[in-house]
Structures are given as C-alpha cells and as structure tokens.
C-alpha cells in the first residue's frame, strides 16, 4: 500500500477570525459501570464557506460532535463556539439535515418548508415566505412534486426537500449527518452533485458526517478522520487538493486520489480497525 502524509493543517487566510471553533471538547455521559467517554480533547477550527466532512467508525462520537455544533447537547469540557459565542441551544443560525428526512408526514413537500421559513422569518410578507418556498423547490428541481406529501416522494426527492428546508432560512451552518447513507447508488450520486451546485452558489459552511471515502473526497475542502471510540480524538485532518468547481470523472483519472483514498482506507481499517474482541 502506498504511504501518504497528507496535511494535517488547512490553508486558511491568516486575516480571517475563525467562524466556527471546537476548543478541547470532552463528551462524558454517566452510566451504571461509571463514566463513559465518548470524545476527549477534540479540537477543530472551520473557517467560514469551508466544506468539511468527519469520517469514522460507527460509535467514533461523530454525531455526538456534530449534534454539539448545531446545541442538540453540551460539551462535558471545553467549548463550541461561532462567531465567539458560545453554542448553548439550538438556533437557524445552524441546521440539521438528517439521513432520516425528518419530513412531517401530514404536510406536503412545499408545507414542510413553509413551516421552517415562517418559523424563522415571521415578519416576511406572505408573499415574500412564499416565494422563498417555490424558489427553494425551483433550486432541488421539485417544482412538479411541490404538492406531494414525503409518502408520494421517493428516498431522493424527500432527502431535497429536507436540503431545501434547511437552506431556505439562509442558515450559516449545515450540518449533515450521513445525509445519503439510505439511498441507492446512482441517486446518491445525483444528490452530491447536486449539493455541491447549491453550496457553490450559497457558500454556506457545511459539516458533514460521512462513512463514504469516495463521497468525502469528492464533497470536501478537508477531512477530518476520528479515532475509534471511546474516547474518540481527532486522529489526522487530511486537505482534499481537488481544484474547484469539481467533475467527478476527471477526479478519479486523477492518480492523487487512489493515493489519498488508500491512506484513509489504511487509517480506518488497519491503524483503527475495529477489534473484534
């Protein structure tokens, strides 16, 4: 297998104040045998606009640290904070998209995004709510199923309309956990290209819980790649070198990215495979 060092650091403009920090956070929950440490001392900078995903094994503390950035929970230890301020709470500063859509079943495609919008933007004019909706749906190209509820949807198009949710109250984080994981291989595909069309356009910063490494490399400014749990660390933070805007076919011509894809294979299943005992 061939050996890669890869950049632990990201190239970051040195005049930016740092948008989101993750400073020396520990996660410890109580249990019956006594405390039980899922993360220690994770430390992570995420400059604003930068697309990051987390990869590791399952029980590694990824949505544990994802779910502190966007104030589903609190750090035992250490700090989250955007813009200097400490995260305490959930905000629309901050949005989740899940694996699971998290669609309510009873409103249609469009409803289900009025629902956030109108949430978080209270004062906009009826009018002004509405055309935020229909434009959203325009931008995940579900104009046509705009009146369908999430039953009548397929796995894709109820996953759009969950990204077109979480974008239409302009948020500053998107937070995605495994956001393709349940889809089949071609919609999957169809789904990161189209990600990556709406981010370049919104720039928004975006974390992104991920299992798949060809998905990481395709999606991601860095990869952040955890120890095994528990007490998971960040173990090493890779630089995707990939220029942008990205085509997947010249991306895997690419001989780099073999390289990169073997390092992180060796990292998760040979230095932290899991062991089995």
């Not at 250490?78 to 669609?103: C, N, S, W």
């Not at 509405?130 to 796995?155: D, N, Y």
């Not at 169809?190 to 395709?218: G, P, S, Y």
Request: aromatic share 8%; with cysteine.
């Amino acid at each position: 297998m061939q050996t890669l060092t890869p950049q632990s650091t990201t190239k970051q403009d040195s005049t930016k104040e740092p948008f989101l920090i993750i400073d020396n956070v520990s996660k410890v929950y109580p249990t019956p045998k006594g405390e039980y440490v899922v993360l220690e001392h994770v430390n992570l900078a995420v400059q604003e606009g930068e697309f990051v995903c987390v990869i590791g094994h399952s029980g590694c503390g990824k949505s544990t640290l994802l779910n502190m950035v966007a104030g589903f929970s609190q750090p035992t230890d250490g700090l989250v904070t955007l813009h200097g301020k400490r995260i305490t709470e959930p905000g629309p500063d901050r949005m989740v998209v899940f694996q699971g859509y998290a669609l309510l079943p009873w409103l249609t495609a469009y409803e289900n995004i009025y629902l956030a919008v109108d949430a978080v933007k209270p004062k906009r004019s009826e009018a002004e709510k509405k055309q935020i909706v229909r434009e959203h749906l325009a931008m995940v190209g579900l104009t046509e199923a705009a009146h369908k509820r999430p039953g009548q949807l397929s796995g894709g198009m109820r996953q759009r309309v969950s990204i077109a949710r979480a974008l239409a109250i302009r948020p500053e984080v998107l937070i995605l956990d495994e956001p393709f994981g349940a889809l089949d291989a071609i919609t999957k595909e169809e789904l990161q290209v189209e990600l990556l069309k709406i981010w370049n356009d919104h720039r928004c910063t975006v974390l992104m819980i991920t299992h798949d490494i060809d998905e990481a490399l395709f999606l991601a400014d860095r990869l952040v790649m955890m120890t095994n749990g528990p007490a998971a660390k960040i173990g090493e933070i890779i630089e995707i070198p990939f220029p942008r805007p990205r085509d997947r076919d010249r991306i895997m011509e690419d001989p780099e990215f073999y390289k990169l894809r073997n390092y992180i294979l060796d990292y998760l299943y040979n230095r932290f495979a899991h062991d089995d005992e």
